[in-house]
């Protein structure tokens, strides 16, 4: 009797924890997609599927695919070109100066993709300092960006795995008479080639689903499926063609996540890890070291050039463009000042980072867990995949679908300000679960089998094996999400009410109207913004998890 | 014939190596011994061109290697777990050096690397080399499915595969079970013989360094304190260091050292290849000068023929003996054998017997 109950209480707490994130996924992921999906597919009371043939074969759709294709092979393939020396530099040598190299080169993904948009328009418009080459609005724009927006991901993944190899074996190697070229072929790559692909799946997704950077550089020249979804629902209201492209581009998410789960599965090794691997640079590592200081300089670049800009006028330095930044009527594109649209956003963010922390924690707990059962893995790992679903689908449709079905009683969260916190944290769910659930995992199921021994219940022994290592993972999860919040802006350039935008809409609202006021203050904004979420990304960074956006 | 000279490695301004100066004859096999952390991978690396030298020369065969990398050094190098690629099979490990064209200039023309091209030449220099290490059969074998030994014979066959100038073995066998570590030394002592490999062995374990190699080299913080012949290392340790690193327990001066040569027997077993008991030298000159006998616990034997006599304090079976830790009268607390079956328990009083085998004395 006794140890039937020992055994149901905590299979029943974890199920009454998995509900909640459940239902939470099902009123604001399931019932938006579906209603939107809905829109399109069942207008009228009806299934109408004969859309989806006139809809895939308009050339513009043709164009888009095409284009969303090609150009996120290109920037994965231009991406793992310059990642991998530049993670070879700064895994395996050592150096002064180093750490802060890493931060550096970190520090772009973690830019909200409006203001990477404004940092590259900054760089490449006339007045620029790359402005004679004429790249402003042209799809060699959107590449770079790319590319500077996700160097980060293919440094870090396929780093820390570089970091942690066995030298020993690229010495074997060598020393039976592989050249360091044939060593790195034939040893080094085959085993990086599990992060190598990894990194490559992740970086194609943030490529093939871009949004705000497309919609800041590319303007209404360039579309990704994304970018097309926003026109169709914002400008054309051709619902039924946006709800096509919604399932073509979550069909294609799923399809290259298995396909890389698989990549990634055919090609692993058991590796043997170790530590302290990292060497001084030689004379023969010049050539890489040279790769790897031009890769920094074209990071720090737009950087640079954003700040710069933000500072001048004319022809001399000013801070105008930030002293407008307090004032309420200093663009006729807005109707608040850009310090209310930072508080905005700071108040936003918290409310977004408390929800996505604690339905994070809630599912990171249960997708840890180990069932006895195959029946019960089974079911974890459906949980596991679902909350990684949000990954998939275009925040564009998440954001719509929130207009269309959150309309009506009961749920008539139209005019709340519930909404942008509510869509953000649900872009954020995904990340915080990947950046606390590894951490719980790697806590050896014995500890607490340990502490059970000795007389702990379920939740004493729960809290005495994996609460000591909780906190970081969570810390890290809290800034993680709320520097995502801050930078969100596919589903909040919905949802937002024009009387209280968050700063990336501002941003966005600047750009997009001509006039060099505009300009300097977009640029402005986005320094501060940038500031704002470095910031915090530096703080997550402190707690060195290494789980932090790790899929 | 591998001779280093004044060979220095430094880590910015840590010496890990220094004034290292010594010689493998061709087809010798020279073991570094040392506790871990004393430089011997480091020296190991270095030799292999791994580790840039801060001062001195390695040369192989009278030709200065340096500025020659790794890949043209024609070595092997074998590690204590193997470090096989996972990604290939046992066999595609082994055809691994089988398939790299190195230049070798000053290698005589070999039969079966003029084969190398046909592809069933390989395949039959795969197969012969796995029978050399024992595992016929194995090459489409997955690495993951070996045993550790297995792994380990699979190395070796590998970097025998390089037919390599000089074979570099870091602890080839510390990652081994015991019973196994020494079966497969025995055999890797045959291979290397068989094969005339000239192989430098780091090692921590003076056992293995004692089954494998000719020459033994002692490393304690980067430097060589002993090298010589294996026998007379083991025999005639220079320093108390030494001594207790390859395995001497006791330490005797004055009285009590001359005490136990006195009863040591006169004639004693000698060991083949030494010029004599160090026990004879070390009656003669351990009175007086301040010199140390220093004694392996096998030097000590309860027997009841023998002449000394003490106190058991406490004693504990081993694999194929009793080690007794032993009060000897006139003597002190020392380290004794006693034969399997003995039953001795703190406080009973035995007689020993001291054996010349097993006893050095250490200079002043």
Same mark, same amino acid.
């Given at each position: 009797?006794?140890?039937?109950?020992?055994?149901?209480?905590?299979?029943?707490?974890?199920?009454?924890?998995?509900?909640?994130?459940?239902?939470?996924?099902?009123?604001?992921?399931?019932?938006?997609?579906?209603?939107? +999906?809905?829109?399109?597919?069942? %207008?009228?009371?009806?299934?109408?599927?004969?859309?989806?043939?006139?809809?895939?074969?308009?050339?513009?759709?043709?164009?888009?695919?095409?284009?969303?294709?090609?150009?996120?092979?290109?920037?994965?393939?231009?991406?793992?070109?310059?990642?991998?020396?530049?993670?070879?530099?700064?895994?395996?040598? *050592?150096?002064?100066?180093?750490?802060?190299?890493?931060?550096?080169?970190?520090?772009?993904?973690? +830019? %909200?993709?409006?203001?990477?948009?404004?940092?590259?328009?900054? =760089?490449?418009?006339?007045?620029?300092?790359?402005?004679?080459?004429?790249?402003?609005?042209?799809?060699?724009?959107?590449?770079?960006?790319?590319?500077?927006?996700?160097?980060?991901?293919?440094?870090?993944?396929?780093?820390?795995?570089?970091?942690?190899?066995?030298?020993?074996?690229?010495?074997?190697?060598?020393?039976?008479?592989?050249?360091?070229?044939?060593?790195?072929?034939?040893?080094?790559?085959?085993?990086?080639?599990?992060?190598?692909?990894?990194?490559?799946?992740?970086?194609?997704?943030?490529?093939?689903?871009?949004?705000?950077?497309?919609?800041? =550089?590319?303007?209404?020249?360039?579309?990704?499926?994304?970018?097309?979804?926003?026109?169709?629902?914002?400008?054309?209201?051709?619902?039924?063609?946006?709800?096509?492209?919604?399932?073509?581009?979550?069909?294609?998410?799923?399809?290259?996540?298995?396909?890389?789960?698989?990549?990634?599965?055919?090609?692993?090794?058991?590796?043997?890890?170790?530590?302290?691997?990292?060497?001084?640079?030689?004379?023969?590592?010049?050539?890489?070291?040279?790769?790897?200081?031009?890769?920094?300089?074209?990071?720090?670049?737009?950087?640079? /050039?954003?700040?710069?800009?933000?500072?001048?006028?004319?022809?001399?330095?000013?801070?105008?463009?930030? *002293? =407008?930044?307090? @004032? %309420?009527?200093?663009?006729?594109?807005?109707?608040?000042?850009?310090?209310?649209?930072?508080?905005?956003?700071?108040?936003?963010?918290?409310? !977004?980072?408390?929800?996505?922390?604690?339905?994070?924690?809630?599912?990171?707990?249960?997708?840890?867990?180990?069932?006895?059962?195959?029946?019960?893995?089974?079911?974890?790992?459906?949980?596991?995949?679902?909350?990684?679903?949000?990954?998939?689908?275009?925040?564009?449709?998440?954001?719509?679908?929130?207009?269309?079905?959150?309309?009506?009683? #009961?749920?008539?969260?139209?005019?709340?300000?519930?909404?942008?916190?509510?869509?953000?944290?649900?872009?954020?769910?995904?990340?915080?679960?990947?950046?606390?659930?590894?951490?719980?995992?790697?806590?050896?199921?014995?500890?607490?089998?340990?502490?059970?021994?000795?007389?702990?219940?379920?939740?004493?022994?729960?809290?005495?094996?994996?609460?000591?290592?909780?906190?970081?993972?969570?810390?890290?999860?809290?800034?993680?999400?709320?520097?995502?919040?801050?930078? @969100?802006?596919?589903?909040?350039?919905?949802?937002?009410?024009?009387?209280?935008?968050?700063?990336?809409?501002?941003?966005?609202?600047?750009?997009?109207? #001509?006039?060099?006021?505009?300009?300097?203050?977009?640029? !402005?904004?986005?320094?501060?913004?940038?500031?704002?979420?470095?910031?915090?990304?530096?703080?997550?960074?402190?707690?060195?998890?290494?789980?932090?956006?790790?899929? | 014939?591998?001779?280093?000279?004044?060979?220095?490695?430094?880590?910015?301004?840590?010496?890990?190596?220094?004034?290292? /100066?010594?010689?493998?004859?061709?087809?010798?096999?020279?073991?570094?011994?040392?506790?871990?952390?004393?430089?011997?991978?480091?020296?190991?690396?270095?030799?292999?061109?791994?580790?840039?030298?801060?001062?001195?020369?390695?040369?192989?065969?009278?030709?200065?290697?340096?500025?020659?990398?790794?890949?043209?050094?024609?070595?092997?190098?074998?590690?204590?777990?193997?470090?096989?690629?996972?990604? +290939?099979?046992?066999?595609?490990?082994?055809?691994? #050096?089988?398939?790299?064209?190195?230049?070798?200039?000053?290698?005589?023309?070999?039969?079966?690397?003029?084969?190398?091209?046909?592809?069933?030449?390989?395949?039959? *220099?795969?197969?012969?080399?796995?029978?050399?290490?024992?595992? #016929?059969?194995?090459?489409?074998?997955?690495?993951? /499915?070996?045993?550790?030994?297995?792994?380990?014979?699979?190395?070796?066959?590998?970097?025998?595969?390089?037919?390599?100038?000089? +074979?570099?073995?870091? @602890?080839?066998?510390?990652?081994?079970?015991?019973?196994?570590?020494?079966?497969?030394?025995?055999?890797?002592?045959?291979?290397?013989?068989?094969?005339?490999?000239?192989?430098?062995?780091?090692?921590?374990?003076?056992?293995?360094?004692?089954?494998?190699?000719?020459?033994?080299?002692?490393?304690?913080?980067? *430097?060589?304190?002993?090298?010589?012949?294996?026998?007379?290392?083991?025999?005639?340790?220079?320093?108390?260091?030494? !001594?207790?690193?390859?395995?001497?327990?006791?330490?005797?001066?004055?009285?009590?050292?001359?005490?136990?040569?006195?009863?040591?027997?006169?004639?004693?077993?000698?060991?083949?290849?030494?010029?004599?008991?160090?026990?004879?030298?070390?009656?003669?000159?351990?009175?007086?000068?301040?010199?140390?006998?220093?004694?392996?616990?096998?030097?000590?034997?309860?027997?009841?023929?023998?002449?000394?006599?003490?106190?058991?304090?406490?004693?504990?079976?081993?694999?194929?003996?009793?080690?007794?830790?032993?009060?000897?009268?006139?003597?002190?607390?020392?380290?004794?054998?006693?034969?399997?079956?003995?039953?001795?328990?703190?406080?009973?009083?035995?007689?020993?017997?001291?054996?010349?085998?097993?006893?050095?004395?250490?200079?002043?």
């Amino acid at each position: 009797m006794g140890r039937h109950r020992d055994r149901l209480i905590p299979a029943l707490g974890v199920g009454l924890l998995a509900l909640v994130p459940l239902a939470f996924l099902a009123v604001f992921f399931v019932l938006p997609v579906g209603g939107m +999906l809905m829109r399109g597919f069942h %207008p009228d009371g009806a299934w109408d599927f004969s859309g989806v043939a006139e809809v895939l074969g308009r050339p513009r759709t043709a164009r888009v695919l095409w284009f969303t294709v090609s150009m996120a092979a290109a920037g994965t393939a231009l991406t793992l070109l310059l990642g991998l020396p530049l993670a070879f530099v700064l895994y395996r040598l *050592r150096f002064a100066g180093r750490a802060v190299l890493r931060a550096v080169v970190v520090m772009p993904f973690v +830019l %909200p993709t409006v203001v990477v948009g404004v940092m590259f328009r900054a =760089l490449l418009s006339s007045g620029g300092p790359l402005g004679f080459l004429g790249w402003d609005r042209s799809w060699v724009a959107i590449l770079l960006a790319y590319v500077f927006f996700n160097l980060a991901v293919v440094v870090r993944t396929v780093g820390s795995m570089w970091e942690g190899l066995d030298r020993r074996a690229e010495d074997a190697a060598a020393a039976l008479g592989a050249s360091p070229g044939r060593v790195f072929r034939t040893v080094t790559l085959p085993a990086l080639m599990p992060s190598i692909i990894s990194a490559g799946t992740l970086v194609f997704l943030f490529c093939s689903t871009a949004f705000g950077v497309v919609l800041t =550089l590319g303007g209404l020249r360039y579309g990704t499926i994304e970018s097309e979804i926003y026109l169709l629902t914002t400008e054309f209201l051709d619902l039924q063609a946006a709800a096509v492209l919604s399932v073509i581009q979550l069909l294609a998410v799923v399809v290259m996540l298995a396909l890389a789960a698989r990549g990634r599965a055919r090609t692993e090794q058991s590796l043997t890890r170790t530590r302290g691997v990292a060497r001084a640079p030689r004379r023969a590592d010049g050539p890489l070291l040279v790769v790897a200081g031009v890769v920094v300089g074209f990071i720090l670049l737009p950087v640079l /050039t954003l700040v710069w800009r933000s500072l001048r006028d004319g022809g001399g330095w000013t801070l105008d463009n930030y *002293r =407008l930044l307090a @004032e %309420p009527g200093a663009s006729p594109a807005l109707r608040v000042s850009i310090m209310e649209a930072v508080e905005n956003s700071l108040r936003t963010a918290v409310d !977004a980072t408390v929800l996505a922390v604690l339905l994070g924690l809630c599912v990171a707990v249960v997708v840890s867990r180990r069932p006895r059962r195959a029946a019960g893995r089974r079911v974890v790992s459906a949980l596991d995949g679902a909350f990684m679903l949000p990954l998939g689908i275009s925040a564009v449709t998440v954001g719509f679908g929130f207009l269309i079905t959150l309309d009506r009683p #009961p749920l008539d969260l139209r005019t709340s300000a519930v909404l942008v916190p509510i869509a953000q944290a649900l872009v954020a769910l995904p990340l915080v679960v990947r950046t606390i659930a590894p951490v719980l995992r790697s806590v050896d199921p014995r500890l607490r089998q340990a502490a059970a021994a000795l007389g702990a219940g379920p939740l004493r022994a729960a809290s005495t094996a994996e609460g000591p290592v909780l906190w970081r993972p969570l810390l890290a999860a809290t800034g993680f999400a709320f520097a995502i919040s801050l930078g @969100e802006f596919g589903a909040t350039s919905f949802l937002s009410r024009p009387d209280r935008p968050t700063v990336p809409v501002v941003i966005y609202q600047l750009i997009s109207r #001509p006039g060099v006021d505009n300009l300097g203050m977009a640029l !402005a904004a986005s320094v501060v913004l940038a500031l704002l979420t470095v910031t915090v990304m530096g703080l997550v960074e402190r707690l060195r998890v290494g789980s932090v956006g790790a899929f | 014939m591998l001779e280093l000279n004044d060979v220095g490695v430094r880590f910015g301004s840590t010496v890990a190596v220094a004034d290292v /100066t010594l010689t493998v004859p061709e087809g010798e096999v020279l073991a570094v011994l040392g506790p871990s952390g004393c430089g011997k991978s480091t020296l190991l690396r270095a030799i292999a061109g791994l580790e840039e030298l801060a001062t001195g020369t390695v040369a192989l065969d009278g030709t200065d290697l340096a500025g020659v990398p790794t890949h043209r050094r024609g070595f092997a190098l074998m590690f204590q777990d193997g470090q096989l690629f996972r990604h +290939l099979d046992v066999a595609g490990n082994i055809r691994y #050096p089988l398939s790299l064209r190195r230049p070798n200039p000053d290698r005589r023309p070999n039969p079966d690397r003029a084969r190398r091209a046909a592809p069933s030449a390989v395949t039959e *220099r795969v197969e012969e080399l796995l029978e050399t290490v024992g595992l #016929p059969g194995y090459g489409s074998r997955e690495v993951s /499915t070996l045993s550790g030994g297995e792994q380990q014979r699979v190395a070796l066959a590998r970097a025998l595969a390089a037919e390599p100038r000089l +074979l570099l073995l870091d @602890e080839p066998l510390s990652a081994l079970d015991r019973s196994l570590r020494e079966r497969l030394a025995g055999d890797l002592r045959g291979i290397l013989t068989q094969t005339g490999t000239t192989a430098l062995l780091v090692t921590h374990d003076h056992d293995e360094a004692f089954t494998l190699a000719d020459r033994m080299a002692l490393m304690f913080d980067g *430097r060589i304190v002993q090298h010589g012949p294996t026998q007379e290392v083991w025999t005639r340790p220079a320093t108390r260091q030494v !001594a207790e690193f390859i395995g001497f327990s006791t330490f005797l001066t004055g009285d009590p050292a001359r005490r136990v040569l006195a009863a040591t027997e006169a004639r004693t077993p000698r060991q083949a290849g030494t010029g004599g008991s160090s026990a004879d030298a070390g009656r003669s000159t351990v009175d007086g000068d301040g010199s140390t006998l220093a004694l392996r616990r096998s030097a000590l034997r309860v027997d009841p023929a023998g002449s000394l006599e003490g106190t058991v304090v406490s004693a504990g079976a081993i694999s194929d003996a009793v080690r007794v830790e032993l009060d000897l009268d006139g003597v002190g607390v020392v380290e004794a054998l006693a034969d399997q079956h003995a039953t001795l328990r703190a406080g009973d009083r035995c007689r020993v017997r001291a054996h010349a085998v097993g006893m050095a004395r250490l200079g002043p």
